[in-house]
């Protein structure tokens, strides 16, 4: 894969898979809202032999994100993988009153990935190539309290890959979404910091084997399927009961 456009790309995961593709050499649409830290993710990504492009993006913006599309296409003079990264946690604010905070969760975490990966896919279908990609989460399959919007669209994104997947199949563009659990990035908050996290540039590394591998959904690290195996059998009340043991305040 050698044109790789990246979301979310100023930190966290999103700055660490764009210094991996860059020890490539590949040549990176980098895109976030942050302009001055994409800027320096750039300039590091130049330094390890990478062509980096910079879109200054918010995801939630439909239209540019068609516009940026097409100018990432005929900058890198094509495409062959769009990681849809950018996202953001938050607590629900349940008992606020108001559906804001929630509500900026499901836009930015859902419609910011189908706003940033459709506008590619009908160049992939002409090429018949392509990988398109989603960052979900191990949230995706254990529910967590105060976030709400956090998991159930985290739950989204991955069943719209699961629901394209047969489609976007016969036209060789594959569909993989990559279910991380604590990484070290800003968006873990609160009590989760407290838990054993991986670090970006190590999850960036894994991440990249397996996108090239076309590998469909994968967990990471793998003891936290244990985890959602665990989540599965027990009785509701016993996890509701030790969920709320380990995040008993609000968490990001």
């Not at 439909?62 to 890198?76: L, P, S, T, W």
Request: net charge positive; with cysteine.
């Amino acid at each position: 894969m050698n044109k790789v456009f990246i979301t979310g790309a100023s930190s966290g995961i999103g700055k660490s898979l764009a210094l991996a593709y860059a020890k490539r050499k590949c040549t990176l649409g980098l895109s976030a809202r942050r302009i001055e830290m994409l800027n320096e993710v750039s300039n590091a990504c130049k330094e390890l032999g990478a062509t980096p492009f910079v879109y200054q993006l918010d995801v939630q913006d439909r239209n540019k994100c068609e516009m940026i599309a097409k100018q990432f296409i005929e900058d890198a003079d094509g495409i062959d993988c769009v990681i849809a990264n950018a996202g953001i946690g938050g607590n629900d604010n349940i008992y606020s009153g108001s559906s804001k905070d929630i509500n900026n969760v499901l836009k930015t975490n859902i419609l910011g990935v189908t706003n940033t990966l459709m506008p590619f896919i009908p160049y992939m279908k002409e090429q018949k190539s392509g990988s398109l990609v989603c960052i979900s989460s191990v949230a995706s399959y254990v529910p967590l309290p105060f976030h709400g919007g956090y998991t159930s669209s985290k739950i989204a994104i991955r069943m719209i890959f699961d629901s394209w997947r047969p489609t976007l199949q016969r036209h060789n563009i594959k569909t993989i979404s990559i279910c991380p659990g604590f990484v070290d990035t800003p968006i873990v908050k609160g009590p989760a910091r407290k838990l054993p996290m991986k670090s970006p540039d190590k999850a960036a590394e894994r991440f990249v084997k397996i996108i090239s591998k076309g590998k469909n959904t994968y967990v990471y690290p793998w003891h936290y399927k244990i985890l959602i195996f665990i989540a599965k059998v027990i009785p509701e009340w016993l996890y509701n009961y030790v969920i709320k043991k380990i995040f008993h305040k609000p968490i990001n």
